[in-house]
T-cell receptor
Framework: SAVISQKPSRDICQRGTSLTIQCQVDSQVTMMFWYRQQPGQSLTLIATANQGSEATYESGFVIDKFPISRPNLTFSTLTVSNMSPEDSSIYLC???????????FGSGTRLTVV | GQQLNQSPQSMFIQEGEDVSMNCTSSSIFNTWLWYKQDPGEGPVLLIA?????ELTSNGRLTAQFGITRKDSFLNISASIPSDVGIYFCAGQRFQGAQKLVFGQGTRLTINP
């Protein structure tokens, strides 16, 4: 399965600022996803990062708040914009290769907004 | 968004005991996956199930794809301290669907 490097692993940010999270994969993958995991909760899909086109956002998530880039088949970024304490969560990158075994997750970015 | 109903939410057991958890849904799923998440890490895939009725093992772990395609269970036999963590079920609704739907998770705590 693919190996994912996600950066930063954690950060503490001031409210009103923005943070960009990077996801680098060691092989070309067809699908890349961004998830949010609020404290003590399950994973919620934010969006599917599409190579060469705008990301596909899930209900409740908008591009202005969570802009996503995917310039190629191995890299994507998620920006959390104009942060508030409610954005404090773990943000996870995930990729899908061939078959279900391709659903691999990065180690996550633990974000605290103060 | 849609979630799978996973139970129990938490378990407190003695080392050596067997563990069982399950996920149910009102909808049919094409694929069931079981993940484990350790603190500070992303979920790691344990078992993937593709066919209704399929029973698959991975060491001390056994999982089954329910015959109705609306449920799945995970069993862990003879638990050890490193089994501690949060277990998530996840499902893929239909062939070609790229998104996963997750259960709420089962937090497993083991008393030595």
């Amino acid at each position: 399965s693919a190996v994912i490097s996600q950066k930063p692993s954690r950060d503490i940010c001031q409210r009103g600022t923005s943070l960009t999270i990077q996801c680098q994969v060691d092989s070309q993958v067809t699908m890349m996803f961004w998830y949010r995991q609020q404290p003590g909760q399950s994973l919620t899909l934010i969006a599917t990062a599409n190579q060469g086109s705008e990301a596909t956002y899930e209900s409740g998530f908008v591009i202005d708040k969570f802009p996503i880039s995917r310039p190629n088949l191995t890299f994507s970024t998620l920006t959390v914009s104009n942060m508030s304490p409610e954005d404090s969560s773990i943000y996870l990158c995930s990729v899908k290769g061939q078959g279900a075994y391709g659903y691999t997750f990065g180690s996550g970015t633990r974000l605290t907004v103060v | 968004g849609q979630q799978l109903n996973q139970s129990p939410q938490s378990m407190f057991i003695q080392e050596g005991e067997d563990v069982s958890m399950n996920c149910t849904s009102s909808s049919i799923f094409n694929t069931w996956l079981w993940y484990k998440q350790d603190p500070g890490e992303g979920p790691v895939l344990l078992i993937a199930l593709y066919k209704a009725g399929e029973l698959t093992s991975n060491g001390r772990l056994t999982a089954q794809f329910g015959i109705t395609r609306k449920d799945s269970f995970l069993n862990i036999s003879a638990s050890i301290p490193s089994d501690v963590g949060i277990y998530f079920c996840a499902g893929q609704r239909f062939q070609g669907a790229q998104k996963l739907v997750f259960g709420q998770g089962t937090r497993l705590t083991i008393n030595p």
